[in-house]
Each structure stands twice: as C-alpha cells, then as structure tokens.
Nanobody, 123 residues
Framework: VQLQASGGGLVQPGGSLRLSCAASGDIFSINVMGWYRQAPGSQRESVAV???????NYSDSVKGRFTISRDNYKNTVYLQMNSLKPEDTAVYYC??????????????????WGKGTQVTVSS
C-alpha cells in the first residue's frame, strides 16, 4: 500500500492550501485516515483524522481553520487549510490506520504513512 500526498507549497499568512493524499495498492478497507505534521525540532503531531463514516477530530491549534474530508471510493483524504499562520509551517504527512489488505481481509490491520509534503507559511 502506498500513500501519495500532494498540494503543499509556499503561501502567505492568511492564505489557503488544500492537501490531498491517495492510497493505492492491495486495499480492502481503511478505517482511519489522517494528517500529521512535524516542524523542525519538534515531534510529529496529529492535525486531523477522519474515520470511514466521516467522524472527525482536530487538534486545538487548527480547529475552525482546517477541514478534513475523504472519498472512500477513491481511498483519498483531503485537508483544506484556511487562514494559515506561520506556525502551521511543517512537513505534513498523511496516514492510513487500521488498513485491511485485500489479500488478507481478516487482518491484522496495518498502518501506513506517506512521504510528506512541505507546507511553508511566510510573507
């Protein structure tokens, strides 16, 4: 299973970006998909997660500014980021958690990470 993220880049404070992450490969189902980020010198932190029925959870730092969504048919998760701040600057990683493979649908579930995409918020 591979996760391919796209949509990062350089944006001015107050601007918007939309990240996408498509999962491909031997997938039967994906329970949770999410976005994490890691700034230089900091630990990786959760930004937003969404389960297969659309239940979401956000970190306090992005609530009201970021929106996570997913397309289950395309195994794709999105992160709409509005009102971006310099402190949002980080490498953003997508994650697919509790993935059941098509060739092993009974489990155990697995966890996969994308390579990351850089988001820089600066004037």
């Amino acid at each position: 299973v591979q996760l391919q993220a796209s949509g990062g880049g350089l944006v001015q404070p107050g601007g918007s970006l939309r990240l996408s992450c498509a999962a491909s490969g031997d997938i039967f189902s994906i329970n949770v998909m999410g976005w994490y980020r890691q700034a230089p010198g900091s630990q990786r932190e959760s930004v937003a997660v969404i389960n297969s029925v659309g239940r979401t959870n956000y970190s306090d730092s992005v609530k009201g500014r970021f929106t996570i969504s997913r397309d289950n048919y395309k195994n794709t998760v999105y992160l709409q980021m509005n009102s971006l701040k310099p402190e949002d600057t980080a490498v953003y990683y997508c994650n697919a958690d509790r993935v059941f493979l098509g060739s092993r649908w009974w489990g155990p579930p697995m966890d996969f990470w994308g390579k990351g995409t850089q988001v820089t918020v600066s004037s």
